[in-house]
């Protein structure tokens, strides 16, 4: 006679998960335990001073005692001293517009079966979040719960008074827990005293022509990419412009990075700090890459950065290549590489809009110095894509700080209508 199937073998796993889960501890540290704030920075206007610090992965995991990162949460700690004689209103949708409420970020991380330990999570995330209402003359102190922003993260404190003033603070803080590439570079040291060149406006436009049109392998032997792009200005307000712009630093490749690329390859994934392939400009590898994700790691816009010994006005001059990544195809060189969108000019004129918008430009300008490849006999990089230009660079002035639209300058050296 058939028996019935001993059904204990079913449950088991439930009952091995209630087991694990009932049973998970919950052991938040106290803040002064954990050393996130040695990264606090502070900025003060107008009797309002505003501290900011973000705590890291790992010590986001210590101080509220569950992964916020691996659930998308990343706690933003904020100081605000009101030393007006009247009330003053932080605007957290000022910071970031999909911010999760303090109840959110604790019930995206709750334990299964665990109701206890669930709602000593919620009490303490409520505790430790920033309330809106400063009175004058007081102190309040707390966390915001944004989306992960890994590398720099960075974001404005808006501040709203009584009769209707804003302060506005802007932040960029590096945050630990990301490995990226441009700080492997030093670049105090890629030029010597002797090597470093000053110019004026015309012996700028002159030195940009006279650069390489296009990147190369490593040997120098065959061209690649087109150096489309020109950029002025200070690392650090070259960094902050992009970032305020919604560009991502790059990782650099190692086992973990490889691992995310290739999960995010295979699935489809926005991984949105992947790796690029070293192309060679003055002989090295890019000293910086940046990239604007679109949703897979199969379409982003990517672009890469050298310092050159140029300097025009006490600026640095960094030559770079942008392009539009549209797909993944395989080829013999690479196995796998992404295609790029063949209008590498739409690409490079992409950009000049997007800072533009963002508020992170000054001026702007077309030089010659890459060369013509029309459509009909295009270019090819390294991996044998094919591309067409007008053969003009885009020069960019940029600013760390916000610049007003209608302020914004056009440079007439060349123009791309008459290209």
């Known amino acids: 006679m058939f028996k019935p199937m001993n059904k204990w073998w079913m449950i088991l796993p439930v009952l091995f998960t209630l087991a694990v889960t009932g049973c998970a501890t919950y052991n938040p540290r106290p803040m002064d335990e954990v050393p996130f704030l040695d990264r606090a920075q502070t900025q003060y206007e107008n009797n309002v001073q505003v501290t900011a610090a973000v705590p890291s992965a790992e010590e986001s995991k210590k101080l509220f005692g569950v992964d916020l990162y691996e659930r ?26 999909d911010y999760f409420s303090p109840i959110e970020a604790a019930y995206v991380n709750h334990f299964t079966f665990s109701t206890p330990n669930n709602d000593d ?62 700080h492997q570079v030093d670049f105090d040291t890629l ?32 061209q690649g990419d087109p150096l489309n792009i020109v ?27 490889a691992l995310k690329t290739a999960r995010s390859f295979i699935f489809g994934g926005e991984y949105r700090y992947s790796p690029v392939s070293g192309l060679y400009v003055f002989d090295r590898p890019q000293d910086a890459a940046l990239q604007k994700a679109r949703g897979t790691i199969h379409e982003r816009n990517h672009l890469r950065l050298w310092l050159t010994p140029m300097r025009f006005e006490g600026k640095p001059v960094w030559i ?100």
Request: hydrophobic share 35%; net charge negative.
């Open 72 to 97: 998308g949460v990343q706690p933003i700690w904020l100081k605000i001293e009101n030393k007006d004689k009247k009330s003053i209103f932080f605007l957290p949708v000022g910071l970031d517009p």
């Open 191 to 222: 030029y010597s005293e002797d090597e470093i060149m000053s110019y004026d406006a015309d012996g700028l436009r002159k030195a940009l022509e006279n650069l390489p049109c296009c990147t190369t392998d490593k040997e120098g032997k065959d």
């Open 320 to 419: 770079g290549q942008i392009s539009r990544d549209i797909g993944v195809r395989f080829t013999w060189r690479t196995i796998t590489t992404h295609k790029i969108d063949p209008d590498v000019d739409e690409t490079r004129d992409f950009l000049v809009q997007d800072l533009w918008y963002s508020h992170g430009l000054l001026k702007n300008a077309y030089v010659k110095g890459v060369g013509a490849a029309p459509i009909s006999e295009p270019g090819r990089n390294l991996t044998g894509d094919p591309y067409f230009t007008d053969g003009l660079r885009l020069v960019l002035w940029v600013s760390g700080e916000p610049v007003d639209q209608e302020d914004v300058e056009f440079v007439d050296w060349e123009s791309p209508i008459t290209h």
């Open 231 to 257: 950029i002025i200005g200070e690392g650090e307000d070259l960094l902050h412009a992009f970032v305020r712009s919604g560009w991502d630093e790059t990782e650099t490749m190692y086992s973990t990075s």
């Open 121 to 182: 999570m919620t009490r303490r995330f409520l505790e430790r979040g920033k309330g809106m209402y400063i009175a004058p003359g007081t102190t309040r102190s707390g966390f915001v719960y944004t989306p992960v922003d890994e590398g720099t993260k960075g974001f404005n404190v808006d501040i709203l008074g009584e009769d209707h003033e804003v302060r506005t603070f802007i932040f960029f803080i590096n945050v630990p827990g990301l490995r990226v590439d441009h």
